[in-house]
């Protein structure tokens, strides 16, 4: 009309105005925002809502949202934090916070908000808002108008503190409708509200009054079912004169109503059963007992009943009458004061054919919030009709079937919208076929009635895929994901595109593991070992094509921090019970430390721990023998861990990476053994305790002092301060010497001030030997630790060789077990007294490694010393060695630059072997 105008101007007019800019022409809101914070989202809080980037909370698209706009808010999500709603619509335009709102009786779908400290959400002096769709805790409605809150669900866990729902202050018209209430508080109406309209709700297993308003005048409480509650149900009170109570359900509680209430106030068509021995009414301040009594005195509750309603366990929590409730069925007044015509779940009155229609004028609705039912459900399914799924290039004929289950039987019309722009079908067939002849996605919905008010309507669950004629074509990517197994990998082939539906993808991952078959195109795989593996997938589709694709996957293991443990028993062969017995030559034990039987299941090393270090004891073996611990899955190596002869008791420090699914095998390699294994800590890249390596010193030797450590007791030793250990250090790592002893034993290192564990040793003492044992504890809280003997009498000598702190610059990097040092291999010489050897093998860039020594075929008692080359030699030792026998002993050593270490023996001849299990990047 302004252009129309404009042309009429005269001339001198227009040349004054035409080098004038148009005034902008502001852009219409978006009619919807969206709020959605799933992790695969992207949202962001200080954009604008729209579906590509929506917001992340809810409080930031309320801040934001205008007169007429919805905010949408993604089904099954969780919104952590307060909601506080200050901005209002207009009359005709309400702003609209939208989840999901109730389908069906089985529609739990709807988004939560989730406040801090379990405070309210607050709307505080708005209006023309409407909140719908939502999991709720509590709501504090204040100061404002035409505001609706329907088909919401609210619960509360633990023990309420509020009502569910609050109106406070000068509120008028406001409405709470179609929602569920569910062991809470309820529903509270305070002084100022006035023309409130509370219908169709479930109140269960209410902790307060159900419904409580209190001078409220002109309130509707309009077909509302309250079950399981307080002995009072709904209560008017104050002066809430002019209100109406229609078409209730209140079973087992009663309905109060002031003096001052009852004026001008109505009830009628109510089912009131109260708990046993009590009044189902309270009318002006008088009990009445049962319905005719108060129609008597009153006038009112003409056509209320006292009957104890059933509801359908199928249902729960949902209060759905069952069949032979006749009292609830069809016998309600038809108009509601005020309300829904609609009950909880969206269905219109429906005419029961069994049930004598009991309403005014032989009308049909229910009492309470739920209609009941014939027809319960339909399921639309859509197949094709050359291959059973609905893809296909096009034109792509498919066959709509729609199950429905109607229980009171008879005719049903069944309208099908084909979701491509052509006109719905009605028909009385379940079954029509409809060809599709664009390509792209489609998804038919179906509507079905049944001829007295009852409607049920389903969409497919996958849309109709209508394709470009083509081939098929496969992809396939994967990434590492190691928070369950260190070496887990993802792969999806779902990138894959045909014109015909896939029906499977098959994964071989490349490593001698069994293929793994689906049809989701996506699978999981934790490797054994690092290293580079190639995976295959082959895909076949609906018509026959299969096609394959390759990826080559590297595995490496994550650098890790490391958690100590007190000792924790997880494995005794010992132990009764069918399953536990002696290890036989060459068989193997596959230990799960993740979730051991011997805890009952308890986490001990949780999903994502890259290596386990345990203590490993040999006892009541029949021969010279050897344990060998490696990663469940893995090639067998080598190396050995734990070296013992016939009927000794010999233990030694292990660290082993972690395989699949949290397990490590232990083999033994000749005659019978039992074994003991206690978990002493774990490598996680989800810790935050470094290696921090010492220049070695000795901490503690009792025979300095005569005082050798006495039977049944303990010592306690300070770490923190000692030996370059700092005060932030939470655990050390120790090398334990027992040497004199009097009797055969055992030592426990454990934290200073904690209890003695019940099971868990270090090392087992042997008279006449000296026995070493690597042990890594946690500190006390003083930074000292308590060494325990058993029986008789031992001394003791402590040597550190590091610690662990968030300060420490070492992150553990586990190796599949490899062999460094045979110095027996192709007829080696023997490391003479006084004699060192270099050790090569460990990455360069190291700053220590995790190495198992054994002593072999020494020929007089002697130890060794393990060191850093280049550095000098320390005054400590690593193994102490005995004639005729195989001595290991687990050692943390520091390397150069290069990643070698020397070794040096004190004594006589010995063979020496190195096998390396780990080493430490400095970060």
């Not at 972690?658 to 095998?665: A, E, F, I, L």
């Not at 009797?743 to 099971?759: C, E």
Request: proline share 7%.
């Amino acid at each position: 009309m302004r252009l129309r105008h404009a042309v009429g101007l005269s001339a001198a007019v227009v040349s004054a105005v035409v080098g004038l800019p148009l005034p902008a022409v502001a852009a219409e809101p978006a009619a919807v925002v969206y709020v959605d914070n799933s992790p695969s989202v992207g949202c962001d809080d200080h954009g604008t809502g729209t579906a590509a980037k929506p917001y992340c909370t809810v409080q930031a698209a309320a801040d934001a949202a205008l007169p007429g706009q919805t905010v949408q808010i993604a089904p099954n999500t969780e919104q952590l934090g307060d909601l506080v709603i200050t901005r209002s619509g207009e009359i005709g335009k309400p702003i609209t916070f939208r989840g999901s709102p109730f389908t069906g009786i089985n529609d739990y779908t709807q988004p939560s908000i989730s406040p801090k400290s379990r405070n309210p959400i607050r709307l505080t002096n708005v209006h023309d808002v409407v909140v719908t769709g939502l999991g709720l805790t509590t709501v504090e409605l204040s100061g404002s108008s035409r505001v609706g809150l329907t088909q919401n669900w609210y619960e509360e866990q633990g023990e309420s503190v509020r009502p569910a729902v609050a109106v406070t202050g000068q509120a008028e018209q406001i409405t709470v409708e179609r929602s569920v209430f569910y062991h809470n508080r309820g529903l509270s109406i305070g002084a100022g509200a006035q023309h409130t309209t509370i219908a169709a709700n479930q109140f269960s297993m209410s902790t307060d009054v159900a419904i409580n308003i209190t001078d409220a005048p002109d309130t509707v409480v309009n077909n509302n079912t309250i079950t399981g509650g307080l002995t009072q149900g709904l209560a008017l009170k104050g002066a809430s004169a002019g209100s109406a109570i229609v078409n209730n359900i209140v079973n087992g509680s009663s309905v109060s109503v002031s003096a001052a209430s009852a004026t001008g106030t109505r009830l009628d068509y109510n089912i009131v059963h109260p708990v046993q021995g009590l009044p189902a009414y309270t009318w002006a301040d008088r009990g009445y007992p049962s319905p005719a009594e108060l129609n008597a005195a009153t006038g009112q509750g003409a056509h209320d009943i006292d009957h104890a309603i059933t509801f359908e366990n199928a249902f729960l929590p949902l209060a759905v009458p069952t069949l032979d409730s006749n009292a609830a069925i069809d016998s309600a007044d038809p108009l509601p004061v005020r309300g829904s015509f609609t009950d909880l779940v969206g269905n219109a009155p429906t005419d029961h054919p069994l049930v004598a229609n009991g309403g005014p004028n032989s009308s049909f609705r229910d009492r309470g919030s739920y209609e009941v039912q014939g027809l319960l459900s339909v399921e639309l399914k859509a197949a094709g009709t050359v291959h059973p799924a609905p893809t296909g290039p096009g034109p792509l004929t498919v066959d709509l079937t729609a199950e429905a289950f109607n229980q009171w039987g008879g005719a049903l019309t069944y309208t099908f919208d084909f979701g491509d722009g052509s006109a719905p079908l009605t028909t009385p067939e379940k079954t029509v076929r409809h060809t599709y002849l664009k390509s792209g996605g489609y998804t038919p919905n179906v509507a079905v009635i049944d001829g007295r008010g009852g409607r049920k309507s389903d969409a497919v669950d996958f849309p109709v895929n209508v394709t470009a004629d083509s081939q098929l074509n496969v992809s396939l990517t994967g990434h590492a994901n190691s928070q369950r197994d260190p070496l887990g990998f993802q792969v999806d082939a779902t990138g894959t595109t045909s014109p015909w539906a896939i029906t499977s993808y098959t994964f071989d991952f490349g490593d001698g593991t069994t293929p793994t078959t689906n049809n989701v195109g996506k699978a999981e795989h934790a490797f054994a070992e690092p290293g580079t593996h190639t995976v295959k997938v082959t895909v076949t589709d609906d018509s026959g094509q299969t096609r394959s694709g390759d990826l080559p996957v590297t595995v490496n293991y994550d650098a890790a921090g490391f958690k100590a443990l007190s000792p924790t028993r997880v494995l005794d062969t010992r132990w009764p019970g069918a399953q536990n017995h002696k290890l036989g030559p060459g068989e193997t034990w596959n230990l799960n430390v993740r979730y051991p039987s011997a805890t009952g299941g308890a986490t001990v090393v949780p999903p994502g721990a890259t290596a386990v270090v345990l203590n490993l004891t040999a006892t009541e073996g029949t021969q010279n023998s050897f344990l060998s611990a490696y990663p469940t899955g893995g090639a067998r190596p080598i190396t050995s861990n734990v070296n013992f002869g016939p009927n000794q008791d010999v233990a030694n420090l292990v660290t082993v990476p972690v395989g699949p699914d949290g397990q490590v095998t232990i083999r033994n390699n000749a005659g019978t053994v039992h074994v003991v294994g206690d978990v002493l800590g774990y490598y996680s890249p989800f810790t935050d305790q470094w290696y921090q390596p010492v220049a070695p010193a000795r901490l503690l030797d009792t025979r300095t002092t005569g005082t050798p450590l006495g039977q049944d007791s303990s010592r306690r030793l300070k770490i923190a301060g000692q030996g370059g250990v700092p005060a932030d250090a939470t655990s050390v790592v120790l090398n334990i010497t027992s040497t004199e002893s009097s009797a055969k034993s055992f030592f426990t290192a454990y934290p200073a001030g904690s209890a003695l564990p019940v099971n868990g040793s270090n090392l087992n003492t042997v008279p006449g030997r000296d026995i070493p044992n690597q042990v890594v504890v946690p500190l006390g809280g003083d930074g000292s630790i308590d060494i325990y003997n058993h029986v008789g009498t031992a001394h003791a000598v402590v040597d550190v060789f590091g610690y662990y702190t968030p300060n420490g610059k070492g992150r553990f990097v586990p190796v599949v077990p490899t062999r460094l040092l045979d110095s027996r291999d192709n007829g080696g010489a023997k490391l003479g007294p006084g004699g060192t050897r270099t050790v090569n093998g460990v990455p360069a860039g190291a700053m220590a490694a995790a190495v198992n020594l054994t002593a072999t075929e020494t020929e007089e008692k002697t130890h060794l010393i393990a060191w850093a080359t280049g550095s000098p030699r320390p005054d400590t030792s690593n193994l102490n060695a005995s004639p005729s026998l195989d001595v290991p002993n687990h050692a943390t050593v520091p390397v150069d630059a290069q990643g070698r270490f020397d070794l040096f023996n004190n004594a006589g001849n010995t063979h020496v072997v190195a096998d390396l299990f780990g080493y430490y990047q400095a970060w």
